[in-house]
């Protein structure tokens, strides 16, 4: 754990992350982060953990033998979305103080994927990895698109940023090519 601006941050970086940029861009408070956190979540949570997956660590851990390294942690992706489901009902209470609270509120989804890889490297072969890109950017697309939340939000959205959507459309692309290259479909 570290800190920034002299205060520990409860998270597991050497400073600010791209969240705090923003924040501090929009004149809001740090956001803090969501595990260690034992306060008000009303101006804003950080669900990231270190070393998390976009994919379930059960994945992973096919075929590991007893007593194997437990990372990565289930922190993935769907567990992440799960806590912020969890939290919700703690930030309002009928659904129109949803409505209004959700739809004042930005919600930004960051960069996933590297790890997946991080934890493959060594375990699997490049053939294996490469059969698994498609279903990883089918998690971090399905996380990261625009979809309505639930009933007890009426119809907020979550917000994303267009260099998200880039880096998904990206990732399709460069996926779809591959997978033609691979049936040689050139």
């Known amino acids: 754990m570290t800190s920034f601006g002299g205060h520990p941050t409860g998270r597991n970086c050497n400073g ?3 969240i705090d940029f923003i924040a501090q861009g929009l004149g809001l408070p740090l956001v803090p982060p969501y595990l260690s956190h034992k306060g008000s979540f009303q101006q804003g949570a950080n669900f990231a953990v270190g070393g998390a997956t976009a994919l379930n660590s059960s994945f992973f851990h096919i075929g590991d033998p007893p007593g194997a390294s437990p990372f990565p942690l289930n922190t993935s992706l769907e567990v992440q979305l799960g806590w912020f489901e969890e939290l919700k009902p703690s930030l309002c209470q009928t ?6 609270f959700f739809g004042r509120s930005l919600f930004f ?3 996933f994927g590297i790890n997946d890889y ?3 490297f060594g375990k699997k072969s490049m053939q294996e990895i490469r059969a698994f890109v498609p279903d ?3 998690t971090i697309s399905m996380g990261a698109e625009a979809r ?3 009933s007890s939000c009426c119809s907020c959205h979550y917000c994303h940023f267009e260099s998200a ?3 998904v459309n990206i990732m399709k692309t460069n996926a779809h090519e591959e997978s033609d290259r691979a049936r040689g479909e050139d």
């Open 16 to 18: 600010r992350l791209i």
């Open 95 to 100: 659904d129109q103080e949803c409505k209004d």
């Open 109 to 111: 989804v960051g960069e």
């Open 118 to 120: 991080h934890y493959s």
């Open 136 to 138: 990883l950017i089918q």
């Open 148 to 150: 309505p939340l639930d």
């Open 165 to 167: 959507y880039m880096h």
